[in-house]
């Protein structure tokens, strides 16, 4: 079964700060990988994802992360956040063959301080 | 608005009693999901529909919850005799067959009293 592993579930940083969210995962296939983001009262939205191409993915608002095979690692990244950030981040992971279910870390809660 | 979208919004119920939520996934979404997201934890799969066939369950699916997709449109999820730990964030997601990209609806949140 997948899992998924994310660490500091609570960030707190200023504007114009770097941000960094970790993401490991445990599957022994080949799979793809995502990023969703809850912004308060919103519903999951999808912020980028990963589909076996170029390991270092960009999506929208600035957003980056890239995909470690090696460290089985999709490290979610942006160099300088804004207060509109402040939102929860799910990392989540699905087989590549398969039923495409999905499976989600608990979550980083970030809140970016104007 | 041609997003994901679910109904009721907010349920609350007493223990022992039925609930249903209804999904509508996006138009032509060969593939529907239910998810149940728990305070402080990330979504966790229960089923998936393919059109209107229902191709897999969780183990966290106990016997008091059923999902149908009749037509292959909309979804309903039925928990019968609810329990206080069925309390969560209930959420739908809708995807192509030939996609990996799941679209989420904004959750129908159950409260058990």
Known sequence: ?114 | DTGVSQDPRHKITKRGQNVTFRCDPISEHNRLYWYRQTLGQGPEFLTYFQNEAQLEKSRLLSDRFSAERPKGSFSTLEIQRTEQGDSAMYLCASSFVQSYEQYFGPGTRLTVT
């Open chain 1, 1 to 114: 079964a997948q899992s998924v592993s994310q660490h500091n579930h609570h960030v707190i940083l200023s504007e114009a700060a770097s941000l960094e969210l970790g993401c490991n995962y445990s599957y022994g296939g080949t799979v793809n990988l995502f990023w969703y983001v809850q912004y308060p009262g919103q519903h999951l939205q999808l912020l980028l994802k990963y589909f076996s191409e170029d390991p270092l993915v960009k999506g929208i608002k600035g957003f980056e992360a890239e995909f470690i095979k090696s460290k089985f690692s999709f490290n979610l990244r942006k160099p300088s956040v804004q207060w509109s950030d402040t939102a929860e981040y799910f990392c989540a992971v699905n087989s590549y063959y398969g039923n495409n279910r999905l499976a989600f870390g608990k979550g980083n809660q970030v809140v970016v301080i104007p």
